[in-house]
């Protein structure tokens, strides 16, 4: 989808040590996967921990996505919270910070009937003239995205593609033969399978390390050369692996990324901590079965369990001082 993009990174943020904000580390990572070859990038969403940050770091997030990007890659502003008036007012100082679309999580642990999530995806996308991406994630919501609800919800001009983590592609293609709904395949292993039944794109984790195997991916894809994708989808298995199966997302990928030297710091913010001993250990025998990929060099990949040992407070709570 060219109005946002089609290799979409969900991006870490990085933090020093302290669990402050590393903002050269910020600019140097979001310039990197757009370098690799992304096209989009969702700042502040879950795995930029965006439950741990303050507002003002949100939309500083933004502004600093925007400045380093430039017209190379589309700024998607993740959450961005689940309660609509404090959605609304994220929404609309991120689109006064630049932001070219809004990810729209559903409104999660409130668990609110279908006719609250219609009225709050409403209600954010009457906010701005900004594109909404919803997201369906019901794994972390603790509920998903009717698929009358998404129907609903299409209906709205602002309303133009979902993002799915919940895997049910039955529903997805009964969607996209209903709708104009764009889909990004939420999961990055479900990446290729999403994108053979019509999915326009992924938003991506895994892509913090490897924005230009998926760039490759979706390349082949859009020349219809199955066979050439379904070889990068292999070629990334193991890096997806672990990256996505055996702690959160961000925690693996700052862990990750700092080994291969990308990130200053592998530091989390509390109640994220970083791997075990044996966690950690997974993730490396992970890694060690990742052969050729596109901008990826394991060979000299040094990991520093004591660096990323433990989660950090930051001086500002976020949900405490959101105007921080």
């Not at 679309?101 to 409130?110: A, D, H, M, R, S």
């Not at 133009?160 to 009964?174: E, M, N, T, W």
């Not at 990055?188 to 984790?205: C, K, N, Q, R």
Request: aromatic share 4%; charged share 20%; proline share 6%.
């Amino acid at each position: 989808m060219e109005q946002l993009g089609q290799v979409l990174v969900a991006v870490v943020t990085p933090m020093r040590s302290d669990g402050e904000v590393d903002w050269p580390g910020v600019e140097a990572l979001i310039d990197g996967c757009v370098t690799q070859g992304a096209d989009g990038i969702v700042v502040s969403g879950t795995t930029g921990e965006t439950s741990t940050l303050t507002d003002a770091e949100k939309i500083q997030l933004v502004r600093t996505a925007k400045q380093v990007a430039g017209s190379r890659a589309r700024i998607i502003s993740g959450g961005p919270s689940n309660e609509t008036a404090h959605a609304i007012q994220l929404a609309r100082e991120s689109a006064a910070a630049g932001a070219d679309g809004i990810l729209l999580v559903t409104p999660y642990y409130l668990k609110p009937t279908q006719a609250g999530v219609l009225t709050h995806i409403r209600m954010v996308a009457d906010a701005t003239d900004l594109p909404v991406i919803l997201y369906d994630i019901p794994g972390r919501a603790g509920i998903p995205l009717a698929y009358d609800t998404i129907l609903r919800a299409a209906k709205h001009p602002n309303v133009v593609a979902v993002k799915d983590a919940k895997g049910d592609f039955a529903q997805v293609s009964h969607v996209l033969g209903e709708t104009d709904l764009a889909y990004y395949s939420g999961d990055d292993t479900h990446a290729l399978a999403h994108a053979a039944i019509g999915a326009v794109g992924v938003v991506s984790v895994t892509a913090n390390i490897a924005s230009a195997a998926y760039r490759r991916m979706f390349d082949a894809v859009n020349a219809n050369d199955f066979a050439q994708a379904l070889e990068m989808h292999r070629a990334l298995e193991p890096l997806v692996r672990a990256t996505m199966t055996h702690i959160p997302g961000t925690v693996s990928t700052k862990y990750i990324l700092h080994g291969l030297g990308r990130i200053g710091s592998p530091r989390v913010r509390l109640p994220l901590v970083g791997p075990e001993e044996a966690e950690a250990a997974v993730i490396e025998a992970d890694i060690a079965e990742v052969g050729e990929i596109p901008g990826v060099d394991f060979s000299d990949f040094r990991p520093d369990r004591n660096a990323a040992a433990g989660g950090a407070l930051p001086r500002i709570p976020g949900a405490a001082r959101r105007n921080a």
